[in-house]
């Protein structure tokens, strides 16, 4: 791992920490590192500033960076390198522009992880700090980066929320038992679906699935806002452009197999989680749906007997 790197590594971790309030904007985070050569402190402690953005409205990171830095190392900015994970905003929103800030306080060079997708910057923040005569680098970490907000890239690039297909399956395929509600998620990987639940905008069932199982489809095993609750049949189809509109970035589709199977025939889901009891049979049922031929193994966990798999 090189030197940007780490610190890229840094602004990743400082971005995750407003997974929950900073929606809809993405999470960002940024930190500034004294140059070697000007700098007075031990090498391991070379970080200067560091900030992330924790809510909308708010300043973003590069504004937190930059006010965490103490009063005797602002001569350092000249000479500094500044790290954050996406692009600065070159526009005026409900904050002024990151960039013009990085440009007046005379920093000497900027890591980026990923260019800005929304349709106000799109590189222009790069091309204001270029401008400025400021050494920019971009594509650190940059799929790392690009990970972090793919619901918010999403939902800009499509005009449509980031679709996650989520079901759960005993071991020989089935998620009911004969047309019957079965448990199949252990206490530990219940509170991760919720976890889960809590950090996505809105969730989906279909009719059969309110009507036979009136599922809450709340928050109570994990801290955090209960994702708007929606129901589809044939008389209430899912509108996207509706969802769009109403700032859903994300959507968790949990319904039974026919509502399952529509978002994979239409190809409307950027990710599938499938959590498989390995210990659990039933003599018959509803089978899980068959997952695409293009699927990617993301991530692969196992708690005791439940194996939860992430696929995009």
Not at 265 to 274: F, H, P, S, T, Y
Not at 293 to 305: G, N
Request: hydrophobic share 35%; charged share 25%.
């Amino acid at each position: 791992m090189n030197t940007d790197e780490l610190y890229m590594r840094r602004c990743l971790q400082l971005a995750r920490c407003g997974r929950q309030n900073a929606k809809p904007n993405p999470m960002v985070g940024a930190v500034i590192v004294a140059s070697p050569t000007s700098n007075p402190l031990p090498l391991t402690s070379r970080i200067i500033g560091e900030g992330y953005h924790a809510r909308c409205g708010e300043g973003h990171a590069e504004v937190n960076a930059f006010a965490s830095v103490k009063a005797e190392y602002e001569p350092l900015l000249k000479e500094a390198t500044m790290y954050m994970s996406l692009e600065p905003c070159s526009h005026y929103g409900k904050t002024p522009p990151c960039a013009d800030l990085i440009i007046k306080k005379k920093v000497k060079r900027v890591v980026v992880g990923c260019i800005d997708e929304f349709a106000e910057v799109q590189g222009r923040g790069i091309k204001k700090l270029q401008d400025a005569g400021i050494d920019v680098t971009v594509g650190v970490l940059e799929e790392e980066c690009r990970e972090l907000n793919r619901r918010f890239f999403t939902f800009h690039r499509l005009h449509r929320p980031y679709i996650i297909l989520k079901w759960a399956q005993t071991a020989n395929g089935f998620i009911d038992d004969n047309g019957k509600p079965i448990s199949i998620s252990s206490p530990f990987t219940q509170m991760l679906s919720h976890k889960l639940r809590a950090e996505e905008d809105a969730i989906l069932v279909g009719r059969v699935t309110e009507e036979r199982e009136h599922p809450q489809l709340t928050v109570r095993h994990w801290v955090g806002p209960s994702p708007k609750r929606l129901v589809i049949d044939r008389q209430h189809p899912l509108n996207l452009e509706s969802l769009y509109h109403h700032n859903i970035q994300s959507l968790i589709v949990e319904g039974g197999r026919k509502t399952l199977d529509s978002f994979l025939a239409q190809g409307l889901w950027d990710e599938i989680r499938v959590e498989t009891n390995t210990t659990l049979t039933v003599s018959g049922g509803t089978r899980a749906p068959h997952l695409p031929a293009t699927v990617r193994v993301v991530s692969s966990q196992r708690y005791d007997d439940n194996l939860i798999i992430r696929y995009t």
